[in-house]
């Protein structure tokens, strides 16, 4: 069973940046499509981005962080990582990272992904 392990979270001001990493172990990364979600008090959990399975690798976004959010993965680390610039406190959430063999019509949705991991908090906020 593949066990995802995040890392990174914490406080930040309005304006700054973040970088979270998402380590795998009982799998290979480049074998998975894995996504990044994020889940704010009181809402329910929405997708971040997501990096398809190496045959694929391409990559994905929500219009919410595009152009802000960058995904990589870095395979011989067997880790994935999400940097977070000119975050808004809107961005704050407890963010997951999550794997599977989802196909493109399931990237955005929860149940496209096994795999999931507890989570980091993220806090945006002066």
């Known amino acids: 069973q593949v066990q995802l392990e995040e890392s990174g979270g914490g406080l930040v001001q309005p304006g700054g940046s973040l970088r979270l990493s998402c380590a795998a172990s009982?799998?290979?990364?480049?074998?998975?499509?894995v996504g990044w979600f994020r889940q704010a008090p009181g809402k329910e959990r929405e997708f971040v981005g997501a990096v398809r399975r190496l045959g694929a690798n391409t990559y994905h976004y929500a219009d919410s962080v595009k152009g802000r959010f960058t995904i990589s993965r870095d395979s011989a680390k067997n880790m994935v990582t999400l940097q977070m610039n000119r975050l808004t406190p809107e961005d704050t959430a407890l963010y997951y990272c999550?794997?599977?063999?989802?196909?493109?019509?399931?990237?955005?949705?929860?149940?496209?992904?096994?795999?999931w991991g507890q989570g980091t908090q993220v806090t945006v906020s002066s």
């Open positions: 999550a794997a599977g063999q989802s196909i493109l019509s399931q990237l955005r949705l929860e149940s496209g992904y096994r795999y």
């Open positions: 009982g799998g290979a990364v480049s074998q998975y499509t």
